[in-house]
């Protein structure tokens, strides 16, 4: 507040409300030279000063109401100027009621005069307001993508957390982590990561686009290696995962398991997998772009064998208890306890979920890999990544070259439960054959 601006009725109680206390407890020459301070601050004169410091304070009923400002001629034109505007909020409406009033005058909508004019250029956005709640909206509002048609497949799925301290293997936290470098325009790489809470075992896969058809071809390649059961997948709101096509998905080709989705904007419902984003994605790959067919098919490969080494050879910690902390004349904190570090293949097998063959399967592979000759091929494998070319510019890249691809040999020779991979020439590039045949057209396709 500028020192030539005059308090308002509030500011002006409060600052009384403040000065009243020591009012009362000074002396008589005290007092007044309070008041003459007071006076200066707050413009009134010396005797309302006396009265009000000796009350309450307390704001009294208007002993005769005030007439009403805005007849109905201004509700009347407020309500054709808010139905003609789709009812905007009175912030948007109010500096505009003079010419709409004006506007919608010409064309016969409404009849105002000067009196009008002139209260349509005084009125408050509150009173305005105030005036739209009260009237009732006859017409209704033109149709939006509000949050139940913007996704309604979202509004099939629960939001919820799965608990911290699950003990179940199974319930698994799902992300994508984009790979667009510093633009996000075109067909770039995602790394769809999933993370088991219960025992810290993460499966992740390079898809081309977040199409429903690259997500669940993603979504595919992870089911065929991982050796227990889905129960739960729990997904942010993005509409690469809440979608007709990969709800039709889980329920007919993946066994059916729950599904549960965040709350918008917290990152944090996910917060085993976000944590999993940065050291096992982002602290490989970095922030640079990745965009071709043979970059996405390199990185499954890359991902085949960080599947091997962070499953058998990486101990993980898991939170096992938490404590609130109070102490004396100290803020409140909370004390957490981690239990032993294990590989999430051993708290598979001290889970006792894994059939007997499964279990075999993955002893022999563990007994079979050599940890440090398995590190050194996985950062081998990352400049040869980047080595690879991108996409080119005036040549879209065709996703259907990294659909349903074979695992890693060393996986798919030993896991003897996994199926064996369909050929990748099954699917049949009926993009890249359009492209070709509208090449010399302004037509432009898109692999979404």
Not at 181 to 190: D, K, M, N, V, W
Not at 287 to 311: F, G, I
Request: proline residues 6%; contains cysteine; charged residues 25%.
């Amino acid at each position: 507040m500028s020192a030539d601006e005059k308090m308002t009725l509030e500011e002006r109680r409060k600052y009384l409300r403040m000065m009243s206390k020591r009012y009362r407890q000074a002396s008589r020459a005290e007092q007044s030279q309070l008041l003459d301070e007071i006076e200066a601050v707050t413009g009134l004169h010396r005797k309302s000063l006396v009265r009000l410091l000796g009350s309450d304070l307390s704001r009294q009923p208007r002993r005769q109401q005030r007439g009403r400002t805005y007849g109905v001629d201004v509700h009347l034109a407020l309500k054709v100027i808010s139905e003609s505007c789709d009812y905007i909020c009175a912030e948007r409406l109010q500096p505009n009621l003079v010419w709409l009033a004006s506007h919608l005058d010409e064309h016969g909508e409404l009849e105002v005069t000067a009196e009008v004019l002139a209260k349509l250029a005084t009125v408050s956005v509150p009173t305005v307001r105030r005036i739209l709640t009260r009237l009732r909206q006859d017409e209704p509002r033109l149709p939006r993508r509000g949050p139940e048609l913007a996704n309604r497949a979202a509004r099939q799925i629960p939001v919820q957390m799965i608990a911290w301290d699950e003990a179940q293997p199974g319930h698994f936290e799902v992300d994508l982590v984009h790979h667009c470098g510093l633009s996000a325009g075109g067909l770039y790489i995602h790394t769809l990561q999933m993370v088991d809470v219960a025992t810290g075992w993460s499966e992740r896969v390079a898809i081309l686009g977040r199409s429903w058809r690259a997500v669940e071809d993603g979504f595919r390649r992870i089911l065929r290696r991982l050796p227990f059961p889905l129960l739960e997948v729990h997904s942010d709101n993005g509409s690469e995962f809440l979608n007709n096509h990969l709800y039709r998905f889980w329920q007919e080709a993946a066994g059916d398991p729950a599904l549960s989705r965040g709350r918008p904007y917290h990152k944090n419902d996910q917060r085993f997998v976000e944590q999993k984003n940065s050291s096992l994605v982002r602290a490989y790959l970095g922030q640079q772009r990745l965009d071709s067919a043979a970059q996405t098919n390199a990185l499954n490969l890359l991902y085949d064998q960080m599947w091997l080494y962070y499953h058998f050879f990486q101990p993980v910690m898991r939170l096992a208890e938490k404590t609130v902390v109070r102490e004396a004349d100290q803020p409140t904190r909370l004390k957490r306890r981690f239990d032993q570090a294990q590989t999430p293949f051993d708290r598979l097998l001290a889970a006792r979920i894994l059939a007997a063959p499964q279990e075999d399967a993955l002893r022999a592979l563990r007994n079979q890999t050599n940890p440090r000759q398995l590190r050194q091929a996985i950062h081998q494998a990352i400049p040869a990544l980047f080595a690879l070319p991108g996409a080119a510019e005036d040549c879209p890249e065709n996703i259907f070259q990294t659909l349903n691809r074979p695992l890693w040999p060393g996986i798919q020779m030993a896991a003897a439960w996994l199926p064996e991979p369909a050929s990748p020439d099954a699917h049949v590039n009926e993009y890249f054959k359009v492209q070709q045949k509208e090449k010399d057209s302004s037509v432009t396709l898109s692999f979404e």
